[in-house]
């Protein structure tokens, strides 16, 4: 089966978040297209005048973060990292309207997060 980006090529946008997410430890398959290109449209309207490269490789590990755990991350990449990480979720969580919320509550719905991270989210509040 033909991927719609295989028969037009992938933009430069995409290209540069599939390496920022394997520099988290994730492998860019395991994300799908429409959380990607979610991903690359929360940045454009969120980053502003910031380096595209360095937006996408915050998202993509907090990203890595919420489909890995917390475990996990720290395996594929530092403890530190993983903690550093840890801190942003939980401001994310606390103020609600961040990039770093949104991206956690993609991976929500999405499906693409692991249950400790889910298990941190009230959705009540909301």
């Known amino acids: 089966m033909f991927r719609l980006f295989d028969m ?10 599939d390496d920022a997410l394997r520099a988290s430890g994730v492998h860019p398959l395991l994300v799908p297209e429409p959380v990607k ?11 502003g005048v910031r380096n595209q490269d360095a937006a996408f490789a915050e998202a993509s590990q907090l990203l890595a973060y919420c489909m890995l755990g917390h475990e996990q991350f720290a395996a594929s990449n530092s403890v530190a990292d993983a903690d550093r990480i840890d801190d942003r979720v939980e401001t994310a969580l606390d103020d609600g309207e961040t990039l770093d919320a949104k991206l956690i509550l993609l991976a929500l719905h999405a499906g693409q997060i692991a249950p400790d991270i889910a298990a941190r ?6």
């Not at 037009?8 to 978040?17: C, I, P, V």
Request: net charge positive; no cysteine; glycine share 4%.
């Open 37 to 47: 290109l979610t991903v690359i449209k929360l940045n454009k309207k969120h980053a």
């Open 8 to 17: 037009l090529g992938r933009s430069a946008a995409m290209r540069a978040l």
């Open 121 to 126: 989210i009230d959705l009540d509040e909301a």
